[in-house]
């Protein structure tokens, strides 16, 4: 969820710093490169080598540092994010004093990245006048300030002065991420899904797609940064977070509802199973079962990416490819015929990946004739792994700017 983006988690010397480790954990999980820098104060409540191990890099804490003269200057060039938790009343002060006397303190003068402090501190300190001006002045220069929250500490008094919990600070990471990301400013538009087409007022036609694979695009897409709109048919999964969700039901609603948005849609990544046929007639009550065979006229639902692509509009179009046999063959037909810039071939032909699976397998292959197979992944692994490779191939197409005079 957070592949690729670099975040500079700075640990300071709270009781609270065991948390970060916790915190690490989570980041490292999302998938982050996390690299830890600690005060002195710090490592007197954890060692530095439980942050080296969970975060497999080197964790610094000298501004003198033997390996990198320039060493704070490295670290915030390279941050995406300058996350503090916890930030200790010491540390609110002497950020905001813009002190640069030691490695921690540099790198928050040096960032140019988004900054973010999880303070935690006792509740008398949290509530004095001037560590709250300290918060105001930071907060007035652009740093997050995620509260702490109220409860049991430490001196034993109860109030507001606890760390934020691990699932606050974490959204408030990605949020920040969010909104600094590669594909800030581009409406990525997803269908997941089934289509479920109507046989009579109870029975209908549908296939056994879950939603995973386009929720996952969905979420892959949002936490770059973009505005997501994720077009969905039944699914038994949870509403996502920062999305815009319009749910359908046919195929006829999942056009509508695609080429209601195509103008406005720089990405359309069609995951959605969509029905190929529906009932010519769907009986308005239930149909009686007479005991004897019946016969249902199918009829063609309308080809959704067909139809975007006889718009001829600027969106780059990402089709899907469901096959059991000849996978790359029958998706190279796919994506001349349907006009598509990526198709992804889904091998649907074993247990474990594709319909209703956590994982996948699939086949990339552009309009260049370029084939990149992948191999078994999660879902929301591979979705990360697809968008990679669709912001390549945008960066290659965008012409360069003129040279300057
Ligand atoms: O939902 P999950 O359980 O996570 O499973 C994911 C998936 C296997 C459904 C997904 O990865 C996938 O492969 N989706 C495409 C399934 C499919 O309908 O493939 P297709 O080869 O029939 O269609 C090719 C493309 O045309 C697809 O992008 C489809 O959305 C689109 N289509 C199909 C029919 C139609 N009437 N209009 C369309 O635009």
């Not at 915190?23 to 530095?48: C, D, H, N, S, Y």
């Not at 890099?57 to 390996?67: E, K």
């Not at 490695?103 to 008398?124: F, Q, T």
């Amino acid at each position: 969820m957070l592949t690729g983006r670099h975040v500079v988690l700075g640990v300071t010397g709270s009781i609270a710093a065991y948390k970060a480790v916790g915190l690490l954990r989570r980041l490292t999980e999302r998938g982050a490169q996390v690299t830890v820098v600690m005060t002195a104060a710090a490592k007197r409540f954890v060692t530095p080598l439980t942050f080296q191990a969970l975060s497999r890099r080197p964790v610094y804490d000298d501004l003198f540092d033997p390996r990198d003269e320039i060493l704070h200057l490295s670290l915030a060039q390279a941050a995406d994010l300058f996350l503090i938790a916890p930030a200790t009343a010491n540390t609110l002060a002497r950020l905001a004093a813009g002190s640069a006397n030691d490695l921690l303190s540099s790198l928050a003068l040096s960032a140019r990245c988004p900054v973010l402090l999880a303070p935690a501190m006792d509740a008398v300190m949290w509530e004095h006048p001037l560590v709250q001006r300290n918060l105001d002045a930071l907060r007035g220069i652009g740093v997050g300030i995620i509260p702490p929250e109220s409860g049991p500490l430490a001196s034993g008094l109860v109030g507001p002065g606890r760390l934020a919990a691990e699932d606050v600070i974490l959204a408030a990471v990605e949020a920040r991420l969010e909104s600094s990301g590669p594909w800030v400013g581009a409406h990525v538009v997803v269908t997941a899904g089934p289509t479920r087409e109507a046989i009579d007022a109870v029975r209908t036609i549908t296939n056994r797609s879950s939603g995973k694979m386009g929720y996952a695009l969905a979420d892959a897409a949002r936490v770059r940064g973009a505005m997501v709109t994720l077009i969905t048919g039944p699914t038994d999964l949870p509403v996502p977070v920062g999305v815009d969700v319009v749910a359908v039901e046919t195929a006829e609603e999942m056009r509508r509802a695609v080429l209601d948005r195509i103008d406005k849609t720089t990405i359309l990544l069609m995951a959605a199973a969509v029905a190929d046929y529906r009932p010519k007639v769907s009986s308005p009550g239930k149909l009686k079962k007479s005991g004897s065979a019946i016969a249902i006229e199918l009829v063609p639902t309308p080809d959704i990416l067909g139809e975007v692509a006889a718009l001829r509009t600027e969106t780059f179009v990402v089709g899907f490819a469901a096959e059991t046999d000849r996978l790359v063959e029958r998706a190279i037909e796919k994506l001349h015929r349907k006009q598509l810039d990526l198709i992804v071939a889904n091998d649907v032909s074993r247990p474990g990946i594709g319909f209703g699976a956590d994982d996948n397998e699939v086949t990339m292959i552009d309009r260049t004739g370029a084939v990149m197979p992948l191999p078994r992944l999660p879902k929301r692994v591979l979705a990360d792994r697809i968008l990679d490779h669709i912001h390549a191939i945008r960066l290659q197409e965008r012409p360069s700017p003129p040279p300057s005079t």
